[in-house]
Structure formats: C-alpha cells, structure tokens
C-alpha cells in the first residue's frame, strides 16, 4: 500500500520520501553529515568539477548550489568548497527530530529550474546570463533555461542532448 500511494502521487515521489530519517535528531544527523563529508566525500569529488567551482568562486562570481540531496550533506559540502548559498532538500521537522512528512523543499527536476528562476529574479539576474552544471537528465529543465549548460559525468540520456544541443561536457562516464 505504501508503494502505491507514493505512485499515485506522482513519478518522483519515492526520490521525496525520505522517512527513513524519521525520529533521528537534526544536529546529530547534521555533525554526522559534516564528518562524512570531510572524511570521505570530499576526497571522492570530480577533480575536474571542483576547479571550475573554485574558478567561479575566485573570479567573484555568484555561486549556489542547487542539488536534490539532503540539506544537511548539501550545507556541509558547501561549506568545505566556499559556496555561501545553497538551495536542497529540506525535511521536515519537530523538536530536532525529523518527522515521516513530505519534504519541504527538493530542488529535482522542474524545481531545479523553480528556485533557480526564484533566484535570478531576486539577484536581478538573467536566466540567459547564467552559466548551469548538471549530471543528470534529470537537470536538463535548468540547463536548457541558462546561457550556457555544462554537463560533467553526465548520465547517458544527459549526454545524448548534451552532444545533440553542443553543450560543453567535462568528462564522461565509464
């Protein structure tokens, strides 16, 4: 029953369901994420990736992260690589505890492209005078809406449009 209420909810509900979470303490979870970040993840980060975030970021540019992962990994991350803003998935909460509720925000799909048009409008900025990175097919509402879309390990379907469109691809998948 469980899996059927989630698909008559729509495609990409189960990527929303993050219940697994539920009665773990935010702050908790959050030092956890921050650990695993530093201790594992950062060394795993696509080299390539990187330096051009670090590029932007010392060429003064307006940089924000907007991924579909957990706000606690997404936050942690951004603050080991320099990025200010970051927009993820939000749980919801009570008392420090995640609750078996719908998330609140989860930047996936079309609302990639919700919150990044949210945000260009608020910076006053141009959609068509903003440079995107994505890796998933998945991404492809955002990166068809900038001035420039770069794909880095895209997915096969990703990569497809990607070399179809000609946009700049940074590495591939093996």
């Known amino acids: 029953m469980f899996l059927f209420s989630h698909l008559s909810a729509g495609i990409y509900s189960i990527k929303k369901n993050k219940a697994y979470l539920t009665g773990l303490r935010v702050k908790q979870v959050e030092m956890l994420a921050s650990i695993f970040v530093t201790e594992r993840l ?22 924000v992260l907007v991924s579909g992962t957990l706000n606690f990994l997404a936050h942690a991350l951004a603050d080991h690589l320099g990025v200010k803003k970051v927009y993820a998935t939000v749980c919801s909460q009570y008392n420090d505890s995640f609750l078996a509720r719908p998330v609140k925000i989860h930047p996936f799909n079309h609302t990639k492209l919700d919150l990044a048009l949210q945000l260009t409008h608020e910076l006053k900025f141009k959609m068509t005078d903003t440079i995107a990175y994505g890796n998933s097919s998945h991404d492809l509402p955002l990166l068809a809406a900038v001035g420039k879309a770069v794909v880095v390990r895209p997915d096969a379907n990703l990569l497809q449009v990607a070399r179809k469109l000609k946009w700049e691809i940074v590495g591939e998948r093996k």
């Open 42 to 63: 950062i060394f795993r980060l696509y080299k390539p990736a990187v330096q051009r975030l670090k590029q932007h970021l010392e060429q003064g540019d307006t940089v």
